[in-house]
């Protein structure tokens, strides 16, 4: 017996070792691509207090992640799972890395009967694809949390990401509840270099379009690129201003006009002479039109540009060449002026998230490990080892993201992707986003391009 106790002693120090080393990351976004980890490890203090739910657990619970093994965000969620076998011994944990195939996999193994108690992914996306499989959890989010005294699951998490999930039930075709743990929030704003902001003698982000431009001008006379974007976020652009100005229900009724006439509104004038003054006066970086992911972060983080509207993933995405000393800045879309006032309050915003598996035979076993992934412990070594925004309150979070944090807690509603401009995602792939570019490179007048958008979107739809 002192042999096998020795033994297990030893296992269990080299599989806390093993799950420490380092790797490499990716970042956490609806088009997420591999990058270098940050220099660190990951070495848990005394283990998390298990609930008092936790008595008695035993059987095996099956876990599927939706990070690759090589990823931070892999090497926490594997600590994590280590403490919680350490409290609960009696469980066993089947932990499968998929990466972002899990979207593709995850609904043929459920409707097979595949034992999958606990899921990861985008539930905006997620939950409507397999919402005949969902465990619906409020029961659950009153039983203590790990790790935080005397608070319920939900009130160890943060509200705003705990109302956004609940309000993905109904559109998803289920009763309202929630059905998600969020996990690994994210925001998109703009991000910038602050020493580049500095040299131009700019210290505080702008708040409203006519600040927005002066401080263009500054950056460009400091020689000095001031907005630069890409292929895989040219869409943030064009919806950010547009929400701004008018709301993200309003940008919804304007993609989906099959008639044509919202896109000679005053305000899409108004944006596209924006746009080509943008151009004449050289606050658009001179390789915009050819800039191919991840080229424009790259020279956001080497000087060349000084603003990129993006996640906040992004910090990650590219520490590797930013380095630990990298002085990051965001701020929301700038107020656009002449608007109807209802995109003041807007920020795109959400999480992945956690979701179980209503046919699972461990439930109770399977929302304690969930405890334990969303626990402030092991929120806290996320934002250490990937620079995520914790999920848990109370929590600080990453240096590079303080300023997305008071965004993010003052957001008043939730703007989809893109802020609406992808809710017709053929038509904005196919028309919006190349005409856009149109008017971007200066090929088009901002009379041409009210002519042109409105002539496409009848001819769109003319042809469903």
């Given at each position: 017996m002192q042999r096998n106790k020795i033994f297990s002693i030893l296992l269990t120090v080299m599989m806390i070792f093993l799950a420490v080393g380092c790797s490499n990351s990716k970042s956490n976004n609806p088009e997420v691509t591999e990058s270098p980890a940050p220099a660190a490890t990951t070495e848990p203090t005394s283990a998390a207090e298990p609930s008092p739910d936790a008595v008695g657990l035993e059987g095996k619970v099956v876990f599927w992640s939706m990070w690759s093994d090589t990823e931070p965000q892999a090497k926490v969620i594997k600590v994590a799972v280590d403490e919680f076998k350490a409290a609960n011994p009696k469980v066993a944990v089947d932990l499968k890395f998929t990466g972002r195939d899990i979207r593709k996999l995850i609904k043929p193994a459920l409707d097979g009967g595949e034992q999958i108690d606990i899921f990861e992914d985008d539930p905006s996306v997620t939950m409507a694809i397999v919402k005949d499989h969902l465990l619906k959890l409020d029961e659950y989010l009153a039983t203590p949390s790990v790790g935080m005294e005397g608070k319920s699951l939900q009130d160890s998490l943060m509200p705003s990401l705990m109302d956004w999930t609940k309000s993905l039930s109904v559109t998803a075709g289920l009763e309202e509840g929630h059905y998600a743990i969020p996990q690994q929030p994210f925001a998109v704003l703009f991000f910038y270099n602050k020493e580049v902001f500095e040299k131009a003698g700019i210290t505080t982000p702008p708040s409203s379009w006519e600040q927005f431009m002066e401080y263009c001008e500054l950056i460009k006379k400091s020689g000095v690129a001031p907005i630069t974007f890409d292929d895989a976020y040219r869409d943030l652009f064009i919806g950010g201003y547009l929400s701004s100005a008018m709301g993200n229900e309003w940008v919804d009724a304007l993609v989906n006009d099959k008639t044509g006439e919202m896109w000679k509104d005053p305000i899409i004038l108004q944006f596209a002479k924006d746009m080509v003054m943008m151009k004449e006066k050289g606050y658009f970086s001179s390789k915009l039109a050819g800039s191919k992911y991840p080229a424009a972060q790259q020279d956001l983080v080497f000087g060349q540009s000084a603003a990129y509207l993006n996640g906040t993933w992004l910090p990650n995405e590219v520490s590797a060449t930013a380095g630990p000393d990298f002085k990051w800045g965001s701020f929301q879309f700038p107020t656009v002026p002449n608007g109807n006032g209802k995109g003041q309050n807007e920020l795109t915003f959400g999480a992945q998230a956690l979701m179980l598996n209503k046919n699972s035979s461990n439930k109770e076993a399977a929302i304690e490990l969930v405890k334990y992934l969303v626990s402030q412990k092991t929120q806290a070594e996320m934002v250490k080892q990937a620079q995520a925004i914790p999920v848990s309150i109370d929590t600080e979070w990453p240096a590079a993201l303080a300023e997305a944090e008071a965004a993010i807690n003052n957001a008043k509603v939730n703007a989809p992707w893109g802020y609406g401009i992808n809710n017709s995602a053929d038509f904005s792939k196919g028309v919006i986003v190349p005409v856009f570019m149109?008017?971007?490179?200066?090929?088009?007048?901002?009379?041409?391009?009210?002519?042109?958008?409105?002539?496409?979107?009848?001819?769109?739809?003319?042809t469903k």
């Amino acid at each position: 017996m002192q042999r096998n106790k020795i033994f297990s002693i030893l296992l269990t120090v080299m599989m806390i070792f093993l799950a420490v080393g380092c790797s490499n990351s990716k970042s956490n976004n609806p088009e997420v691509t591999e990058s270098p980890a940050p220099a660190a490890t990951t070495e848990p203090t005394s283990a998390a207090e298990p609930s008092p739910d936790a008595v008695g657990l035993e059987g095996k619970v099956v876990f599927w992640s939706m990070w690759s093994d090589t990823e931070p965000q892999a090497k926490v969620i594997k600590v994590a799972v280590d403490e919680f076998k350490a409290a609960n011994p009696k469980v066993a944990v089947d932990l499968k890395f998929t990466g972002r195939d899990i979207r593709k996999l995850i609904k043929p193994a459920l409707d097979g009967g595949e034992q999958i108690d606990i899921f990861e992914d985008d539930p905006s996306v997620t939950m409507a694809i397999v919402k005949d499989h969902l465990l619906k959890l409020d029961e659950y989010l009153a039983t203590p949390s790990v790790g935080m005294e005397g608070k319920s699951l939900q009130d160890s998490l943060m509200p705003s990401l705990m109302d956004w999930t609940k309000s993905l039930s109904v559109t998803a075709g289920l009763e309202e509840g929630h059905y998600a743990i969020p996990q690994q929030p994210f925001a998109v704003l703009f991000f910038y270099n602050k020493e580049v902001f500095e040299k131009a003698g700019i210290t505080t982000p702008p708040s409203s379009w006519e600040q927005f431009m002066e401080y263009c001008e500054l950056i460009k006379k400091s020689g000095v690129a001031p907005i630069t974007f890409d292929d895989a976020y040219r869409d943030l652009f064009i919806g950010g201003y547009l929400s701004s100005a008018m709301g993200n229900e309003w940008v919804d009724a304007l993609v989906n006009d099959k008639t044509g006439e919202m896109w000679k509104d005053p305000i899409i004038l108004q944006f596209a002479k924006d746009m080509v003054m943008m151009k004449e006066k050289g606050y658009f970086s001179s390789k915009l039109a050819g800039s191919k992911y991840p080229a424009a972060q790259q020279d956001l983080v080497f000087g060349q540009s000084a603003a990129y509207l993006n996640g906040t993933w992004l910090p990650n995405e590219v520490s590797a060449t930013a380095g630990p000393d990298f002085k990051w800045g965001s701020f929301q879309f700038p107020t656009v002026p002449n608007g109807n006032g209802k995109g003041q309050n807007e920020l795109t915003f959400g999480a992945q998230a956690l979701m179980l598996n209503k046919n699972s035979s461990n439930k109770e076993a399977a929302i304690e490990l969930v405890k334990y992934l969303v626990s402030q412990k092991t929120q806290a070594e996320m934002v250490k080892q990937a620079q995520a925004i914790p999920v848990s309150i109370d929590t600080e979070w990453p240096a590079a993201l303080a300023e997305a944090e008071a965004a993010i807690n003052n957001a008043k509603v939730n703007a989809p992707w893109g802020y609406g401009i992808n809710n017709s995602a053929d038509f904005s792939k196919g028309v919006i986003v190349p005409v856009f570019m149109e008017l971007a490179a200066g090929k088009l007048t901002a009379d041409a391009y009210v002519n042109k958008m409105s002539a496409e979107a009848k001819k769109f739809y003319g042809t469903k």
